[in-house]
């Protein structure tokens, strides 16, 4: 059995922390040979992070208000709203619903070279409503969607860490160019690639992603885990009376079923790293009536971008086999997201870890260790608590050694320019990965302090690259001359292939009336657990 230690598996993450796992990293081969700071560069990296710590109800506010909204990917709605007011009372200019995405914008503040572009996503997980700070499942509405992957806290630490910049760059007239984008629906992988083949970074310099974790870390290379097509297969019948006409009827029900049993007998014949799920989106209406349409929605998930065109193709192949099993029509495929294999920076990535061993691991008083342990008791994982050291710098994971695992379609940012991921410790480590436990400790003083943590990283990182000229060179050679020597980013989506904007809808519909009346309202309650009138923590006796 191979245990994930982090907190955090979304369709994202999971590389990083089994690269740690088995030590490589850093280890085996000598930094880049990358400036250190001058004094001035310590000083105005010491005031960031002073600054930080002095917006951190200011970070703690957006964390609890973006939990409360608990939206769904493409259904972002609240959220938007929330944060393009921020970031505009902040004085960036706002390029709003880029790319078709009515969520998705591009934030701009500064003018001139170099230009960074923070990213963090923005949506949350079906059913995982929670209430914060409780250490057994508790939703604040049952059935509702709620952050149980800690998407609420990412923005909130590239925004607090961008004003912060914002400040030091105006005083001491430093030139360069922030942008701040959303990571709309990341759980169906539905935006960045549609961002990437828009050309949406092409004038960017370096993307810092931020992600949420159980500790703070980062990492260079190819990265553990998978990119994947997310495909539905529609399949169009006759119907009939079930009873007393059967025979007339051709049921598109079938071939969904035999589709998937198809690709269950597939699977053991398949690389051990590739993994593969699917939900039935239409199963048909009620038993007396012949399904005349069924659709069957697919993530098929590689390590590599062939080896992903690959599982595709027998999906294809399965697919029109099952449609002619059943006499039925396949219809046109539907490509409703995609995420290329991870692959990230190493300059970009040393500064980055440099930052995290000066900023460390934050204090959790024992308040916080006792919601940790009290939600590992409670789901039957070992009761480590938080996180006590930072996790650093781990390096590239081979393609034979890489078993599988979660995705992130930052994957296709990485390869539209250098990019790395900042894991943050918001979260508490064992946990599930998209389910209620993960929303536990997401609007509690574990996602403040971490978010806080990983905001000073982020700023000190873009200190350094604002600063030394020579990171955002060797960001670039490494990116040409390295990652892309031999490798070519292709779009998996094809030409066809819209943003698919209506999912999530009928969801939200339905629960966002009752989760409306547990919006966070910081003008009445200092925090959310407050609001909610939650004791922290709530563990089980
Ligand atoms: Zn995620």
Redesign the pocket.
Same mark, same amino acid.
């Given at each position: 059995m191979r245990v994930i230690r982090l907190a955090?598996v979304?369709?994202?993450?999971a590389g990083a922390t089994l690269a740690a796992q088995r030590g490589r990293g850093a280890g085996g081969q000598a930094p880049l040979n990358l400036p250190p700071d001058s004094a001035r560069i310590t000083a105005l990296k010491q005031e960031a992070a002073d600054e930080v710590d002095k917006l951190k109800d200011f970070s703690q506010q957006m964390v609890d208000q973006i939990f409360s909204y608990g939206e769904l990917g493409f259904q972002e709605v609240e959220t938007h709203r929330y944060l393009v007011d921020i970031l505009k009372k902040n004085g960036f200019t706002v390029e709003d619903g880029i790319v078709g995405i009515p969520t998705a914008f591009m934030a701009t503040w500064g003018s001139g070279k170099p230009v960074l572009a923070l990213g963090s996503?923005i949506d949350c997980i079906p059913q995982a409503s929670q209430k914060p700070g409780v250490a057994y499942h508790d939703p604040i509405v049952a059935g509702a969607p709620g952050h149980g $992957?800690?998407?609420n806290s990412g923005e909130p630490l590239n925004i607090t860490a961008a004003i912060v910049l914002k400040k030091i760059m105006e005083r001491e007239k430093i030139p360069g160019t922030i942008k701040i984008w959303p990571?709309v629906a990341? $759980?169906l992988v539905g935006a960045k690639a549609q961002y990437v083949r828009a050309g949406v970074f092409k004038d960017v310099d370096v993307a810092l992603f931020t992600?949420?974790g159980d500790r703070m870390q980062v990492s260079w290379g190819d990265r553990a885990g998978t990119g994947l097509v997310s495909v539905e297969y529609s399949f169009k019948g006759e119907s009939a009376h079930a009873a007393a006409n059967p025979w007339r009827g051709r049921s598109a029900l079938d071939a969904v079923e035999l589709m998937d049993v198809g690709w269950s007998f597939q699977r053991e014949l398949l690389p051990i790293s590739q993994r593969s799920h699917r939900v039935i989106v239409d199963g048909g209406d009620q038993p007396n009536v012949v399904p005349s349409t069924a659709a069957v929605w697919y993530y098929f998930r590689q390590t590599t971008f062939q080896g992903i065109k690959d599982l595709w193709a027998i999906g294809d192949r399965i697919a029109k086999g099952a449609a002619e099993m059943a006499n039925v029509e396949l219809l046109p495929t539907r490509v409703l997201g995609a995420a290329w294999p991870q692959h990230f920076n190493r300059a970009i990535a040393e500064v980055t870890a440099a930052n995290i061993q000066k900023v460390g691991v934050p204090q959790w008083s024992d308040a916080d260790i006792a919601l940790a342990k009290g939600i590992q008791k409670e789901i039957g994982a070992r009761e480590t608590g938080l996180s006590a050291t930072p996790g650093g710098l781990s390096g590239p994971v081979s393609e034979a050694e890489n078993t599988g695992g979660g995705s992130?379609d930052i994957g296709d940012v990485s390869w539209a320019v250098p990019t790395v991921t900042l894991n943050y410790p918001s979260n508490i480590p064992g946990l599930p990965g998209h389910n209620w436990a993960n929303a536990v400790s997401m609007a509690t003083p574990i996602a403040h302090k971490g978010v806080t943590a990983g905001a000073k990283v982020q700023a000190m990182t873009m200190i350094d690259i604002l600063m030394k000229p020579e990171v955002v060179t060797a960001a670039w050679d490494y990116f040409k001359n390295v990652q892309t020597a031999n490798r070519h980013y292709e779009p998996l989506l094809r030409p066809q292939d819209q943003p698919a904007i209506e999912m999530n809808k009928g969801i939200m519909e339905k629960y966002r009336p009752e989760m409306q009346k547990y919006y966070y309202d910081p003008t009445r309650y200092k925090t959310y657990l407050e609001q909610l009138g939650i004791a922290y923590p709530t563990v089980r006796k």
């Open positions: 955090v979304c369709v994202c993450v996503d $992957e800690g998407h990571g990341e $759980e992600h949420v992130d």
